[in-house]
């Protein structure tokens, strides 16, 4: 069935370095991508999304890329500061026929002061 | 726009009762889905509704139901409590467009089952 991989499950870094969290999906149909921040006791919330037709967007220092034939697609937040520190949830999508999202098993990002 | 909301917050049930959560989808949103989390397992897919229809259902049990009303707002009710039905049941709604659409997370309802 659809899966999606999400690594790693736990980042540390330093305040100011980069984070990259890594997802591959493997329906090849799926042609929606969001990313999901939620931190402690918070409700997912959506900070960067992608779709199949485009392989690069940025907002700031966030980013994400997709890679359509290897099925891989990309978070990468610059400059990192410690209220960037949350779980992070990849996802994918299609809206061809079922209408359903799977999420990867998140990523716990901490940024060290 | 007001975002959206679930109701109750937090649930104390014990084994073998039923139980019914609430969701209200940002006005204008006719799709809300439903999501179980739960610290091994991240976020799992229960059902989404449109239009008030079931359109895709995950891999739960038929303990878990749902449905979905006229004004877009839907409940899910869980019967038979399992222990391990303890979790966050977020719901999510979304406006449907023809690419891709974005989904918007209520807080969910924390349901502790002794």
């Known amino acids: 069935g659809e899966n999606v991989e999400q690594h790693p499950s736990t980042l540390s870094v330093q305040e100011g370095d980069s984070a990259v969290i890594k997802c591959t999906y493997s329906?090849?149909?799926?042609?929606?991508f969001p990313w999901y921040k939620q931190e402690l006791g918070k409700r997912p919330q959506l900070i960067i999304d992608?779709?199949?037709?485009?392989g690069e967007k940025k907002d700031q220092r966030i980013a994400v890329t997709l890679n359509k034939t290897a099925k891989h697609f990309s978070l990468h937040i610059t400059e990192t500061q410690p209220e960037d520190s949350a779980v992070y949830f990849c996802a994918a999508s299609t809206t061809s026929g079922t209408y359903k999202y799977i999420f990867g098993t998140g990523t716990r990002l901490k940024v060290l002061a | 726009k007001a975002g959206v909301t679930q109701t109750p917050r937090y649930l104390i049930k014990t084994r073998g009762q039923q139980v019914t959560l609430s969701c209200s989808p940002i006005?204008?949103?006719?799709?809300v889905s439903w999501y179980q989390q739960t610290p091994g397992q991240g976020l799992q897919f229960l059902f989404e509704?449109?239009?008030?229809?079931?359109?895709n259902k995950g891999n739960f049990p038929g303990r878990f139901s749902g449905r979905q009303f006229s004004n877009s707002r839907s409940e899910m009710n869980v019967s038979t409590l399992e222990l391990g039905d303890s979790a966050l049941y977020l719901c999510?709604?979304?406006?449907?467009?023809?690419?891709?659409?974005?989904?918007?997370f209520g807080p969910g309802t924390r349901l502790t089952v002794t």
């Open positions: 992608i779709r199949s037709n485009v």
């Open positions: 509704y449109f239009s008030e229809t079931q359109r």
């Open positions: 999510a709604s979304s406006l449907e467009t023809g690419f891709g659409y974005e989904q918007y």
């Open positions: 329906d090849s149909a799926s042609n929606y």
């Open positions: 006005s204008g949103h006719r799709s």
